[in-house]
């Protein structure tokens, strides 16, 4: 949607693929009632502008699955995000072989040469995996406010899947629509991908870990576009909208004190099999499944203890983990020294090699040259879990 401007970009990273068994599967989509919405005028005529650029491209083979030609939109309330992957992914499901690979893309994004190779040799390597959560990174653009809100969001992103790998709990990975790959036979077991207007990617991969294991390390990665977008209700472009307009309030810098709650709670699991035992934890659960009987109902139904250690990390997944860090995060608490506070004690060694004054960083006020040290330095630190695991397959 609204992509003729970023497509062609996406598509000659795929054409310089040095792994050529690819098939390209693309989803042009947009609700049938912008056609009367004079403020979606502009995107009706951006995505017929697509597929007229799409009809005339002969570099590599191509199915487009129209639903943005007058008549062809969708209708009603299936529309979004979360259908165009769905509409998209079900088709490859339909024609493709169970061992096939699906790797889900944006239309903005770009990658190198040798990253569907790399993809297929992670699978090689990991046979028994259901899903890759790929590395990425996010380009400065030059534009100081723009790259201000950027490195904000992905510190943000990097701060929380580095405190859950810190901690080792089995949802450590970073779910990114465009950073994201399923073998058909494990996209079929679970019964596909649900639709949602947003956060679709992070159902996903959630629910495939509750399936297998995931990949969490891969050779190449991918570059998804730095750009405002409104298309979505959560994820990169929404944040950044906000972020210009310094509204951090979705996406705060917790506490590692916090992590260390979850950690407590997933470490007394095994005891919570012979009996009732308090966790941190267990006053947000009893309210959020609105009972105290939490564990009761497991342990009449798996019999045996690490079947059942799986079925109490099952119910708290990682969503429950988020809503219980938002339930504990107070609006007063000072991101950035939570930050800096989870540096100094963890990875301080790391820290001085920046040469970056920690103890004076601002989100507003610090250079764009020390936010982007901070946000590789998390980045560097991220790739060092991910690549020391290469398979979350713990509970």
């Not at 490195?151 to 950073?179: D, K, Q």
């Not at 939570?338 to 920690?358: G, M, P, Q, R, V």
């Amino acid at each position: 949607m609204n992509e003729a401007e970023w497509l062609p970009s996406c598509l000659a990273c795929i054409e310089k693929q040095t792994y050529k068994k690819i098939n390209v599967v693309i989803c042009v989509n947009q609700p049938e009632h912008f056609r009367e919405m004079t403020e979606k005028k502009d995107i009706c005529e951006n995505n017929a502008r697509t597929i007229e650029y799409l009809k005339a491209y002969s570099k590599i083979p191509l199915h487009v699955i129209d639903k943005s030609s007058e008549g062809r939109g969708w209708k009603g309330k299936k529309h979004g995000v979360g259908w165009a992957r769905k509409v998209t992914m079900d088709y490859v499901s339909s024609v493709a072989a169970p061992g096939d690979l699906i790797i889900s893309m944006d239309a903005d994004t770009v990658f190198n040469p040798a990253f569907c190779e790399s993809i297929v040799r992670s699978f090689q390597k990991h046979k028994n995996a259901v899903a890759l959560a790929l590395p990425y990174y996010h380009r400065l653009t030059g534009d100081e406010k723009l790259d201000r809100a950027l490195l904000h969001y992905e510190i943000y992103m990097r701060y929380y899947a580095v405190n859950l790998w810190r901690i080792r709990n089995p949802y450590c990975f970073t779910a990114i629509g465009s950073s994201m790959a399923v073998p058909v036979h494990a996209y079929r077991a679970v019964g596909g991908i649900t639709p949602k207007l947003s956060g679709e990617d992070f159902y996903f991969l959630q629910k495939l870990r509750k399936y297998g294991n995931i990949i969490v390390w891969n050779e190449e990665k991918t570059y998804p576009a730095s750009r405002y977008s409104d298309r979505v209700f959560f994820g990169t472009g929404p944040a950044l909208i906000k972020g210009v307009q310094n509204d951090w309030e979705s996406y705060p810098m917790y506490s590692y004190r916090l992590f260390d709650e979850v950690k407590e709670t997933f470490g007394l699991f095994h005891k919570l099999f012979h009996e009732d035992v308090p966790t941190p934890m267990s006053s947000f659960l009893e309210e959020n499944f609105k009972t105290k009987n939490l564990w009761g109902p497991l342990r009449d139904n798996f019999i045996n203890e690490d079947r059942f250690v799986k079925a109490c990390a099952e119910k708290v997944d990682g969503l429950r983990i988020l809503q219980f860090l938002k339930s504990r995060q107070s609006v007063s608490d000072n991101e950035m020294v939570h930050l800096t506070e989870y540096l100094n004690l963890f990875h301080h060694t790391e820290l001085s090699a920046t040469k970056i004054d920690a103890a004076n960083l601002h989100f507003e006020k610090s250079g764009i040259a020390e936010l982007n040290g901070i946000r590789n330095l998390l980045e560097d630190i991220e790739n060092g879990f991910r690549f020391n695991n290469k398979i979350v397959d713990w509970y």
